[in-house]
């Protein structure tokens, strides 16, 4: 079992920028993969970026490359979500997941809103 705690969201007005952190209990950190979601009011949640367990795979939705950047910190079992030059559409609640294998992520955070200003 693993637990997901998220933080670092807020308000902020467009072109800020704020950084995500997700701290995972348990020994077994480095074994999962980290992903960043979202989801918006009426929306579907969609992926937002991953990382690999060695950290040099990340992968990132369109909508964010350029602007976000994933990164993790083994030693503190934290996946962190930098993100720049932030746009109205990307108001949501953000999660952070963990999978050990296949596509399917295995646990979740509780969320983390956060709402950019125009």
């Known amino acids: 079992q693993v637990q997901l705690v998220e933080s670092g969201g807020g308000l902020v007005q467009a072109g800020g920028s704020l950084r995500l952190s997700c701290v995972a209990s348990?020994?077994?950190?480095?074994?999962?993969?980290m992903g960043w979601f979202r989801q918006a009011p009426g929306k579907e949640r969609e992926f937002v970026a991953t990382?690999?367990?060695?950290?040099?795979?990340?992968t990132y939705a369109d909508s964010v490359k350029g602007r976000f950047t994933i990164s993790r910190d083994g030693a503190k079992n934290t996946v962190y979500l930098q993100m720049n030059s932030l746009k109205p559409e990307d108001t949501a609640v953000y999660y952070c997941?963990?999978?050990?294998?296949?596509?399917?992520?295995?646990?979740w955070g509780q969320g983390t809103q956060v709402t950019v200003s125009s």
């Open positions: 997941a963990c999978r050990q294998s296949g596509a399917e992520y295995d646990y």
């Open positions: 348990g020994r077994t950190f480095s074994t999962y993969a």
């Open positions: 990382i690999s367990r060695t950290d040099n795979i990340k």
